[in-house]
């Protein structure tokens, strides 16, 4: 397929102002009836009307009321003989499709004898054909059909106008969407579904209906969505005085789904996973999940429904800001400096292990790409969450009130029209006229157009004699695919300085007055820039990039005490977490370099690598009780191998894995009675609830029973994981039963193959437990590698279905993508197994394939053998001559 360019684009020569639709319900086939009024833009010169259309049946075409000649041109429905002038007219399109086929879950399908749509992006074509594209937006009203006893629920967008009984036992049910939108947000669902149904009234004294709409037996599992949901509500008219402009809104979940959740005007759709918890089946992580993603969908009201995208290169604009929107939520909710801090050092982790290394692989894109081949894979990490950093930074430069400001006038602007990042920015700026934004507003949109992630580097210089201290920073950017030259990006850098024993010190640059600041941010616009303070009696520890204030790399040269200064007293929570991993990652890099270190046969690493200060300071940590147990959690998780990988230019993934689990194991050790008291100090009093104080306490309890079983191995003892398998069989909540579970096989217990036979026996009937239990196999330690064959064996299992998506990622995602000791055999029989995979499931779903596809971007890091076998793996799969163009566009990229 051809790559479509962004600058091409050129406005719609038609619109589309009503649509009519009748649906006669059918898995088998499915009649559509599309009537649409349309009219010529006299803006565009005169030209057919080319309508998508993919996998559909065309019955019959008729303009206004009498028959038309068509002709197609590959899957576009052609109409050259159209009524001239711009009057509208009616266009009537019959056409049949078969739902109960449609294994891509795009366009209209069954999951479970119930009808879904997901549209997004071009889904919408493979119900009927039309202009399938953001910039036309219509109103639209829709009549469902179908039999009464099977689909006694019918949903679509907007307001129920009619219903009733029609023939033959079948029903029917009438929707009006009060506001024009893309074909993208069109939704319809019919089955077996109730709901729970909450009434709530907004500031203005407006009533309006929530729902949350679940399979029969799933009621009981609602209750912290639909806490979400009205949270979600009273906020964004709290922070944005943005209100629910519907009657009603609903969510519905369905169990086979691409991706998390679609916000269709006022019909969500969501992927069950972001909606069903019960404190017995769902973890403290999933919990949170749900919070955020119900937030998501619903500020996707304001920001992509009511204003959208004028095309899909625009996607950051609606996405990017709808992250950033949903981390704010989430933060707010989370209510203390403290658990502000941990949801930011886990949105930074997220950008930091998938992001960055997007950024620096074959897929790199910028926020606003300049082209594509399949849309569907520019849903990334890209797009979401570094659009969102790009936006933070907005904020950071304008502050909480002046972006509020931003986003006011950027509704009165652009509501009800399809626009661009350029306009979204513009409000955000021309609402704070004498903002570093204002002034830097065309450098700081490099942000949307150069791909990469920038490194600044920062090098410090006191000088005794002036009691000044010089930071110089310098930023580069290096090339990425199709962009060889950057140019200096807008770096916005929080900073503070400390002294030696930990004191914020106040800032004071040469030329100002002092003012008893302690953070200030500088914002860095040239290729190196220099900062100078005065008044500083020794030479300090600089504290950079707080709150990791830009979307960047910052190279520093620390001593191991500053960072302990750091870990030990920075006042910005975000940098302290940072010290520590900065010196749990220079342990890991040292002892991955050092080529005395050998690795055994069988893998293990036997040398003390962790050091007796970075074992005291974590010490430090565990045994503070002014620290919140969630931020102790995070500092003593070890960086992860993908992250550890991204730091070093030639990856020999086996060595890293074995670095990381002999530091895992060190510290378990060193810190064993430190482990069993926070065991101890954090355990639940009282009934679940999943907020942040107790989930923090979990966590950490959780992390503590895993050191200590993993202690236990190396010790030959038998209580601890004795006392996991006793804490795994009575838990109160899911998130303890899982942690322990999860200590018993990751430690290899001989307790681990028990626990997993009851875990499935208790959970059999709950699919989305059913998923963790394979996702936890599927991403064990390997021992021997015991894994790629329990992966396949797990395969086999009755309950796995490559068709499910949720199934799928949990078995194979699990091991392909987040099992790197596990995956990259030097046998090369994991890359062998992902492209059979790959292929397999791109016969059924190209897009999940896709998203498989992407698991061996950066194959060109990787050390001989694991490089060659790799590079064979993705070519096999290239050499497919029937592949999608999703699986291609990826496989093609990586190889170029
Ligand atoms: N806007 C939604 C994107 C989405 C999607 C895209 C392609 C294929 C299937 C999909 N399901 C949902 C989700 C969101 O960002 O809110
Ligand atoms: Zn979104």
């Known amino acids: 397929a051809p790559a479509i360019h962004r600058a091409d684009y050129q406005a719609p020569a038609w619109w589309i102002d009503t649509v009519d639709l009748t649906f006669d319900l059918d898995p088998a086939k499915t009649r559509v009836l599309n009537k649409m009024r349309l009219r010529r833009n006299p803006d565009v010169a005169a030209q057919p009307l080319r309508l998508d259309g993919e996998d559909l049946n065309l019955a019959r075409v008729m303009v206004n009321g009498g028959g038309t000649s068509f002709k197609m041109d590959g899957n576009q429905l052609v109409l050259e003989n159209l009524p001239e002038g711009t009057e509208p007219f009616d266009l009537e399109i019959f056409t049949t499709c078969a739902p109960a086929k449609n294994t891509q879950l795009m366009g209209l399908y069954v999951s479970q004898g119930t009808f879904f749509t997901q549209c997004e992006a071009e ?46 036992g079948r029903h029917f049910a009438k929707w009006v969407d009060p506001h024009k939108k893309p074909c ?25 209906l929530l729902q949350v709409y679940v399979r029969p037996g799933d009621l009981g599992k609602t209750e912290h969505a639909m806490n979400s949901l009205m949270h979600s509500v009273a906020w964004d008219e709290a922070r944005f005085g943005l209100p629910l402009d519907l009657e009603r809104f609903m969510i519905v979940a369905t169990s086979d789904f691409n991706m998390g959740a679609m916000e269709n005007k006022g019909l969500n759709i969501f992927n069950t996973k972001y909606v069903l918890a019960s404190e017995a089946t769902a973890t403290d992580t999933d919990f949170g999940n749900i919070e955020s993603v119900v937030g998501h969908e619903y500020f996707h009201n304001w920001t992509g429904n009511r204003v959208t995208c004028r095309d899909w290169f625009q996607l950051s604009l609606k996405e990017g800001l709808t992250v950033f ?24 982790r997220v950008l930091r292990t998938a992001q960055f290394p997007e950024d620096a692989g074959p897929m790199a894109h910028p926020v606003r790409p300049d082209s594509y081949i399949e849309i569907n894979n520019f849903y990334t990490v890209t797009i979401y969450e570094k659009g969102a950093e790009v936006v933070r930074m907005m904020h950071t430069l304008v502050g909480r009130e002046g972006f509020a400001k931003g986003m006011k006038l950027y509704f009165e602007r652009h509501d009800g029209q399809a626009v661009t990042c350029d306009d979204f920015a513009q409000a955000i700026a021309d609402a704070n006229p004498t903002s570093d934004l204002a002034r830097l507003l065309p450098q700081f949109k490099r942000w949307y157009s150069q791909a990469g992630t920038p490194r600044v580097q920062a090098t410090g210089q006191y000088e005794a004699a002036t009691r000044s201290y010089t930071l110089t920073l310098t930023q580069s950017c290096a090339p990425t695919p199709g962009q060889s030259a950057k140019e200096p990006f807008v770096i916005p850098v929080e900073l503070g300085l400390l002294s030696a024993n930990g004191a914020a010190l106040p800032l004071q640059m040469a030329g100002e007055s002092a003012t008893g600041a302690v953070s200030r941010t500088v914002v860095l616009t040239e290729p190196t820039q220099t900062l100078t303070f005065v008044q500083v009696d020794a030479e300090p520890v600089p504290s950079l990039l707080r709150n990791f204030s830009a979307p960047v790399v910052l190279d520093i040269e620390y001593s191991d005490a500053q960072l302990l200064t750091l870990l030990a007293h920075d006042a910005d929570a975000f940098n302290r977490w940072e010290a520590g991993q900065r010196l749990a990652l220079r342990t890991a890099i040292n002892a991955i370099a050092n080529s005395a270190y050998e690795t055994s046969a069988s893998g293990i690493f036997d040398h003390q690598v962790v050091g007796a200060d970075f074992i005291e300071a974590m010490r430090s940590v565990l045994r503070n009780p002014a620290l919140d147990a969630a931020f102790k959690e995070l500092v003593l998780t070890l960086p992860s191998e993908t992250y550890i990988a991204e730091q070093l230019e030639v990856v020999d993934p086996q060595r890293i894995h074995a670095v990381r689990e002999a530091m895992r194991e060190q510290l378990a050790l060193a810190l064993q009675t430190d482990w069993e008291r926070a065991w101890e100090q954090n355990q639940d009093t009282g009934g679940y609830r999943p907020d942040p104080v107790s989930s923090g306490r979990r966590a950490l309890s959780g992390l503590a029973l895993h050191m200590l079983c993993i202690a236990a191995r190396r010790t030959g003892d038998v209580v601890w994981p004795g006392k996991a398998y006793q804490r795994f069989k009575v838990a109160a909540n899911m998130t303890d039963r899982f942690n322990a579970l999860t200590a018993l096989v990751a430690s290899g217990s001989e307790l681990a193959a028990p626990a997993l036979a009851r875990f499935h026996a208790l959970f059999k009937d709950e699919p989305l437990v059913i998923d963790k239990w394979f996702a936890l196999q599927a991403g064990a330690p390997d021992r021997g590698g015991n894994v790629l064959p329990a992966v396949r064996q797990l395969m086999q299992h009755p309950d796995f279905s490559l068709k499910n ?5 949990s078995v194979i995602f699990s091991y392909c993508s987040a099992n790197p000791g596990a995956f990259h055999r030097a046998d090369a029989a994991g890359y062998v197994f992902w492209s059979d995979r790959v292929i397999e499931l791109d016969a059924i779903n190209p897009q999940v394939a896709a998203r498989l596809a992407r698991a061996l971007d950066r194959w060109k890091k990787l050390a001989e053998p694991w490089r060659s076998g790799a590079r064979e793996a993705i070519a096999r799969v290239a050499a497919r001559p029937d592949l999608s163009n999703d699986v291609r566009e990826v496989v093609t990229r990586a190889l170029a």
């Open 184 to 208: 993208y947000l069109f939704a319809l669902v019919a089955g077996k579904l109730v709901a729970r149904e909450q009434k709530i009234r907004s500031r203005s004294g407006t009533e309006h």
């Open 123 to 168: 889904g919408f074509r493979r119900i009927t054909y039309f202009l399938d594209r953001p910039d036309v937006m219509a109103s639209y009203t829709v009549t469902l059909r179908a039999d009464k006893a099977l689909y006694p629920v019918l949903l679509s967008n907007g307001n129920l106008v009619d219903s009733g009984a029609i023939e033959d």
């Open 805 to 809: 998506p949720n199934r799928a990622r």
């Open 325 to 348: 929107r949903d981390q704010e939520f989430s933060q707010d909710l989370a209510g203390s400096p403290s658990a502000r801090a941990v949801k930011r050092i886990e949105d930074v």
